[in-house]
Antibody
Framework: QVQLQESGPGLVKPSDTLSLTCAVS?????????WGWIRQAPGKGLEWIGY???????HYSASFKSRVTMSPDTSRNQFSLELRSVTAVDTAVYYC????????????WGQGTMVTVSS | QSALTQPASVSGSPGQSITISCTGT?????????VSWYQQHPGKAPKLIIY???SRPSGVSNRFSGSKSGNTASLAISGLQAEDEADYFC??????????FGGGTQLTVL
């Protein structure tokens, strides 16, 4: 059974870097798929942050491009998100998800992890 | 404010059919055949139920179907069952290699 599981600090200070990891089990990230991050702030809609391939190719949302980095770690079969210079508006549930290449299917999602930005 | 507009809630009785709309613009839903739909029960991960407007992943009930007309995509659920009660949201590809989301629709099975 394929599973994605997010992990990382639940509390981050303003101006710091938010770092999350998504561990993938039951499926190799060294595939043709894309491995990405989506978030949902309290009371707001879902927002695409971006995704990475296993080789490190990335596509980022224009809204985050200047302060985001996503990286694969094929040796650990996981991928990561770094979001720099966070503020309170970055408080959200962060989901990792797998998207199939060449279509619109975000076919596997993690349960999501809540990250609060506060001093 | 989500990029794609969905009704906040819909309801139906067991056995009935319902439709959920997802309205975008000519830069996303209207331009690309890349709309997908997801079901999310409280506290659970979203589940893909429709992709590329009309395609259904293996294992998803054929009671779920998708369509599109102009800037509006739609998800239809026939033969409503109690377990269909959940939140549903849409995603569309948009200009500039981006993905935009609907605000979500809460389905209540009466």
């Amino acid at each position: 059974q394929v599973q994605l599981q997010e992990s990382g600090p639940g509390l981050v200070k303003p101006s710091d870097t938010l770092s999350l990891t998504c561990a993938v089990s039951g499926y190799s990230i060294s595939s043709s798929d894309w491995w990405g991050w989506i978030r949902q702030a309290p009371g707001k809609g879902l927002e695409w942050i971006g995704y990475t391939s296993y080789s490190g190719r990335t596509h980022y949302s224009a809204s985050f491009k200047s302060r985001v980095t996503m990286s694969p770690d094929t040796s650990r079969n996981q991928f990561s998100l770094e979001l720099r210079s966070v503020t309170a508006v970055d408080t959200a549930v962060y989901y990792c998800a797998k998207k199939q290449d060449g279509n619109s299917a975000f076919d596997l999602w993690g349960q999501g992890t809540m990250v609060t930005v506060s001093s | 404010q989500s990029a794609l507009t969905q009704p906040a809630s819909v309801s139906g009785s067991p056995g009935q059919s319902i439709t959920i709309s997802c309205t975008g613009t000519s830069s996303d839903v209207g331009r690309y055949e890349y709309v997908s739909w997801y079901q999310q029960h409280p506290g659970k991960a979203p589940k893909l139920i429709i992709y590329d407007v009309t395609s259904r992943p293996s294992g998803v009930s054929n009671r779920f179907s998708g369509s599109k007309s102009g800037n509006t995509a739609s998800l239809a659920i026939s033969g409503l069952q109690a377990e269909d009660e959940a939140d549903y949201f849409c995603i569309s590809y948009a200009n500039g290699h981006s993905w935009v989301f609907g605000g979500g629709t809460q389905l209540t099975v009466l």
